[in-house]
């Protein structure tokens, strides 16, 4: 299916998926920018987490995070920034399975942010529904 044949979306839906883009961006740049200081409380919670208690590598999470958002807010590349973005949520979802975190409130956490990611990229960007095309 070419992108000429991707599923028509109405104005409205065009722009839900613009909101629910820009609210993962907002969490995502939010979330990116307090792990690139690092904040102490920001340290603290990645040892709770199982991750070490290193500076650079706060650093490091916060730039691919926020590179990978800025990839995804970029129309022309944000099929890229989605793809990555699904991998650092994921990592995410995998941290707090390692350490027995509560189902719905934290392991599931980054499952619910993938869903808003790829609905609002679904929505907003005609290449998303030529390869699913939930409807004909």
């Known amino acids: ?3 000429s044949h991707a599923a028509p979306v109405s104005p409205r839906a ?3 998926g613009r909101v629910l883009s820009a609210v993962i961006v907002l969490f995502m740049i939010f979330d990116g920018v ?8 920001v340290t603290q919670t990645m ?3 199982g991750w070490p208690a290193d500076a650079n590598v706060s650093r490091m999470l916060g730039i691919i995070g926020l590179v990978s958002t800025v990839l995804y807010a970029l129309p022309r590349t944000s099929v890229l920034g989605a ?4 991998a650092y949520l994921g990592g995410a979802v995998a941290t707090h399975v390692r350490i027995g975190s509560p189902l719905f409130s934290h392991i599931l956490f980054g499952v619910y942010l993938g869903a808003i990611l ?7 960007d005609p290449r998303v529904r030529a390869l ?5």
């Open 1 to 3: 299916m070419t992108m």
């Open 132 to 136: 699913f095309p939930f409807s004909q």
């Open 47 to 49: 040892v709770q987490l």
């Open 118 to 124: 790829w609905g609002g990229l679904y929505l907003r």
């Open 83 to 86: 793809i990555l973005l699904t």
């Open 14 to 16: 065009l722009w839900a």
């Open 34 to 41: 307090i792990k690139l200081p690092p904040l102490e409380i």
